[in-house]
T-cell receptor, first 114, second 112 residues
Framework: AQSVTQPDIHITVSEGASLELRCNYS??????LFWYVQSPGQGLQLLLK??????LVQGIKGFEAEFKRSQSSFNLRKPSVHWSDAAEYFC????????????FGTGTQLKVEL | IAGITQAPTSQILAAGRRMTLRCTQD?????MYWYRQDLGLGLRLIHY???????GKGEVPDGYSVSRANTDDFPLTLASAVPSQTSVYFC???????????FGNGTRLTVT
């Protein structure tokens, strides 16, 4: 069965600093990978996804993620964080059989210091 | 505004009671999903439906049932609620497999 690990429960960065959120996955075949963001009291919003092709994926709000098969990783990055980026971030992998049955990580809570 | 509507927003429920969480989407998406979100566990799939008239079990289906009588509605029923079902429940939809998931704003359920 597939699984996702987000090793950092909480991360604090200063506004304007760079950001990297870690995600490691376990899946037997080529994975479909996703990053979602959740603001307080809201549902999740898709930031970006990787299906195939270029391993560096661009998303919304200035985020990008790089798929590294050798490291089983799909880390999320942003060169300069804004205060509005404070939220919870979830990495997810699509399970066997496709059909959008995602397995989510436990999330990383991002705090941005002004 | 197109999207997913979940009701109620929050609910406190006595153990043993029956409860139906409602989910309606107006995007004509084929697939719909129910997730529960618990602290430290992320989101876990309860049930899903790839198209109207079909449903399937997710990772944590026990104690829950769903139906998909039409494209727009995907209610989740707790036949006899237990405290371990205290959670935030999210409904989601997608146009098809591999399409992005669109999430509702969630229902916060407390079972006492």
């Amino acid at each position: 069965a597939q699984s996702v690990t987000q090793p950092d429960i909480h991360i604090t960065v200063s506004e304007g600093a760079s950001l990297e959120l870690r995600c490691n996955y376990s899946y037997g075949a080529t994975p479909y990978l996703f990053w979602y963001v959740q603001s307080p009291g809201q549902g999740l919003q898709l930031l970006l996804k990787y299906f195939s092709g270029d391993t560096l994926v661009q998303g919304i709000k200035g985020f990008e993620a790089e798929f590294k098969r050798s490291q089983s990783s799909f880390n999320l990055r942003k060169p300069s964080v804004h205060w509005s980026d404070a939220a919870e971030y979830f990495c997810a992998v699509e399970g066997a059989g496709g059909g959008n049955k995602l397995t989510f990580g436990t999330g990383t809570q991002l705090k941005v210091e002004l | 505004i197109a999207g997913i509507t979940q009701a109620p927003t929050s609910q406190i429920l006595a153990a043993g009671r029956r409860m139906t969480l409602r989910c309606t989407q107006d995007m004509r998406h084929n697939a719909m999903y129910w997730y529960r979100q618990d602290l430290g566990l992320g989101l876990r799939l309860i049930h899903y439906s790839n198209t109207a008239g079909t449903t399937g079990k997710g990772e944590v289906p026990d104690g829950y049932s769903v139906s998909r009588a039409n494209t727009d509605d995907f209610p989740l029923t707790l036949a006899s609620a237990v405290p371990s079902q205290t959670s935030v429940y999210f409904c989601a939809s997608s146009a098809s497999g591999n399409s992005p998931l669109h999430f509702g704003n969630g229902t916060r359920l407390t079972v006492t």
